[in-house]
């Protein structure tokens, strides 16, 4: 099996057929399919698009990060399949992910800012500086979950951040 003839698959009109083909695809470990399984992202089919994640997480190819980002508001209805898998995908990415979450932290859209913020918790200490500077926000909510996000980090430079704000309320 060839990656070029499976990535003309990825454009089958069967649900099941596009699925396979990118499990396959993340097998062969040809970074050639990470543009293709980017674009099916967002297939309107939710099995098609958690499997996209899970074969751009195997290929670990970091051109898949800003897009895997930008499905962190993907509310499938299926208990919220598609971002998780994108959470762990981006967790799986590393130090890479840091800077294009540090991004996604500066967007209007909540869901992706509060999640992005969790993902740098999970990630460590090397997002510590970036959280800090986020507490400059006038949003008390998104304050909320840089402050918890910082908790997450166990990282003891931030606990003067959490006595002033405590010394504020």
């Keep these: 099996v060839c990656s070029s003839d499976l990535i003309q698959v990825l454009e089958d009109t069967s649900v099941a057929v596009r699925k396979n083909a990118v499990a396959v695809l993340s097998y062969l470990e040809d970074r050639e399919a990470t543009e293709p399984l980017i674009r099916l992202l967002n297939d309107p089919d939710v099995g098609v698009r958690k499997q996209a994640i899970l074969s751009l997480e195997k290929l670990n190819d970091p051109r898949s990060i800003e897009p895997l980002i930008a499905k962190l508001n993907d509310e499938d209805g299926e208990y919220s399949k598609v971002f998780k898998s994108a959470q762990r995908a981006l967790v799986t990415f590393g130090k890479p992910a840091v800077k294009p979450l540090i ?13 992005s913020s969790d993902l740098l918790g999970s ?14 926000s006038e949003d008390n909510n998104f304050r909320s979950w ?14 003067p951040v959490f006595v002033n704000l405590l010394k504020d309320k």
């Design 123 to 136: 990630l460590g200490t090397v997002a510590y500086d970036p959280l800090i500077s986020a507490m400059n």
């Design 146 to 159: 840089v402050v918890f996000t910082l908790g997450k980090l166990r990282d003891k430079r931030a606990l």
């Design 103 to 115: 991004e996604a932290l500066k967007t209007n859209d909540n869901k992706i800012v509060r999640r």
